[in-house]
């Protein structure tokens, strides 16, 4: 069974950074893309960064690029997003998102979600 | 970017309704366009990729159809499980982009 589990979420002040963490297991991990998708409370879904199976790639939305930071460990299973400036509006659930292999891009399976909040 | 524009953003219906949401991109993006479903305090589900094919698992009551720039997600039979949030996101070109969700109430 494919397990995403979240992590790292918390309460920050504005301009404060964060560590997202997603731990994998139930499929090879390495062996797909992986994406990070927020939703602000009582928003939508926003697509926020990606990474191919071998960390090589990246890719960002225009409202996080230069601020947050997509990276994985293929030995440990884990993606992770570095969150640095945090503003107010990047108050939301992060989810980590798989990428199903069925060719153009699909979320097939998400985590439960890690809610950051910038408050001061 | 890709403008994902749904409608309705709310839908009453009942038990045993036939229900239709609708999707509209700003440009054509072939069949690169799929659903989920979102229920508060569950990770959202997987239900539709390349328009119209159902993953594994997913009901048969689903189903969707279009191309080019409009698209729609049919559930017949609705089911009580099935009130909850759809959203579709077109998978076309990055940045990904979702609609802004339809609401599926009693």
């Known amino acids: 069974e494919v397990q995403l589990v979240e992590s790292g979420g918390d309460l920050v002040q504005p301009g404060g950074s964060l560590r997202l963490s997603c731990a994998a297991s139930g499929f090879t991990f390495s062996s797909h893309w992986m994406h990070w998708v927020r939703q602000a409370p009582g928003k939508g879904l926003e697509w926020v960064s990606r990474?191919?199976?071998?960390?090589?790639?990246?890719t960002y939305a225009d409202s996080v690029r230069g601020r947050f930071t997509i990276s994985r460990d293929n030995a440990k299973n884990k993606l992770y997003l570095q969150i640095n400036s945090l503003r107010a509006e990047d108050t939301a659930v992060y989810y980590c998102?798989?990428?199903?292999?069925?060719?153009?891009?699909?979320?097939?399976?998400w985590g439960q979600g890690t809610l950051v909040t910038v408050s001061s | 970017d890709i403008q994902m524009t749904q409608s309705p953003s709310t839908l009453s219906a009942s038990v045993g309704d036939r229900v239709t949401i609708t999707c509209r991109a700003s440009q054509t993006i072939s069949t690169f366009l799929n659903w989920y479903q979102l229920k508060s305090g569950k990770a959202p589900k997987f239900l539709i990729y390349d328009t119209s094919t159902l993953p594994s698992g997913v009901p048969s009551r689903f189903s969707g159809s279009g191309s080019g720039t409009d698209f729609t997600l049919t559930i017949t039979n609705l089911q009580p499980e099935d009130f909850a949030t759809y959203y579709c996101q077109q998978s076309y070109h990055t940045p990904y982009t979702f609609g802004q969700g339809t609401k599926v109430e009693i």
């Open positions: 990474m191919n199976g071998d960390g090589k790639r990246e």
């Open positions: 998102v798989r990428d199903a292999l069925v060719g153009r891009t699909a979320f097939d399976n």
